[in-house]
């Protein structure tokens, strides 16, 4: 199985829409670039270099509560095995994507967040996820992002 749903696996082009090292650590700029785009693919690389994001059906957009929909998963790089491994909704919850301005952007929920990302997105957080049913995506609770991208696709 796929881990993109086909119609975002069948499209010609993939398209950076925001990377901390293209366009700098601003949470504005992130809603001004990916905020009208959906779905995206979020991609982030901690200090230890542990690979794993989440796709969201979602555009993001400053919400008071959680958005988005069950098309949505994270994922995890396995370097061991040298695949990604997915973690799907779990139907626990509908606690897909958030995003504040002052508070940064999240994915799942229930006891933590399967990923969270600070407003400078220099730090962030991942721990075992209800929505996911997901473990702990980083090399550690609490890490220290060395980048941050989020792809767009178009047919």
Known sequence: RRPLPYRVFACATWELLYGTAHHGISLSTFFNRTGWRAPTLVVVKDTNYQVFGAFCSAPWEAHTSYFGTG??????????????????????????????????????????????????FLNGSSGPSETFMSPQLSSSPNFKCLFCEVWGFTE
């Open 71 to 120: 098309e949505s998963f994270v994922w995890k790089w396995d370097s061991e095995k040298e695949k990604v491994k997915v973690f799907r909704w779990s139907q626990e919850n509908t606690m897909f994507q958030l995003a504040r301005k002052r508070d940064g952007i999240a994915v799942g929920g229930g006891s933590n967040n399967a990923v969270r990302l600070d407003p400078d």
